[in-house]
C-alpha cells in the first residue's frame, strides 16, 4: 500500500503563489509516479502534473505549463508542485495520486493510490 499526505495549501491573492507537498510512504513509494489532479465541484478530476520515481521528464498540462512546476525529492520521497502568478480559476480541491507511470493525457482513469486532497483557494 502507498499512502499519500498532502499539505500547503491554503488561500492566497491573485498573482501569488503557493507550494503543494505530497508526502509519500509505503514501500512502493519510491518507484510509483506521483502527481497532482485539481476539482471543482460538477467537474471532472484535471490532471495537472505528474513526474515519475526517476524524476526525469515530468509532466505539466498544456494549461498550466508556464506557471506550475512539478519537482521530487527521492530522498524524502516528496513531491511538489509550485505554483505562481496564480488565478481565481485555479481554486479547487487538489488531489495528490499515484501509478506506476506518467501517462499522457494525465487522466484519473489510471491512478491506484489518491491523497485525501487539499483546498487551495484563488480569491482577493
Known amino acids: 500500500q502507498l499512502q499519500l499526505v498532502e499539505s500547503g495549501g491554503g488561500l492566497v491573492q491573485p498573482g501569488g503563489s503557493l507550494k503543494l507537498s505530497c508526502a509519500a510512504s509505503g514501500a512502493p513509494a519510491p518507484y510509483y509516479a506521483i502527481g497532482w489532479f485539481r476539482q471543482t465541484p460538477g467537474t471532472r478530476r484535471e490532471g495537472v502534473a505528474c513526474?515519475?520515481?526517476?524524476?526525469?521528464?515530468?509532466y505539466v498540462a498544456d494549461s498550466v505549463k508556464d506557471r506550475f512546476t512539478i519537482s521530487r525529492d527521492k530522498a524524502k520521497n516528496t513531491v511538489y508542485l509550485e505554483m505562481s502568478n496564480l488565478r481565481p480559476e485555479d481554486t479547487g480541491t487538489y488531489y495528490c495520486?499515484?501509478?506506476?507511470?506518467?501517462?499522457?493525457?494525465?487522466?484519473?482513469?489510471?491512478?491506484?493510490?489518491w491523497g485525501q486532497g487539499i483546498q487551495v483557494v484563488v480569491s482577493s
Open positions: 495520486a499515484s501509478d506506476p507511470l506518467c501517462l499522457n493525457p494525465y487522466t484519473s482513469d489510471y491512478i491506484d493510490y
Open positions: 513526474i515519475n520515481h526517476d524524476a526525469e521528464n515530468p
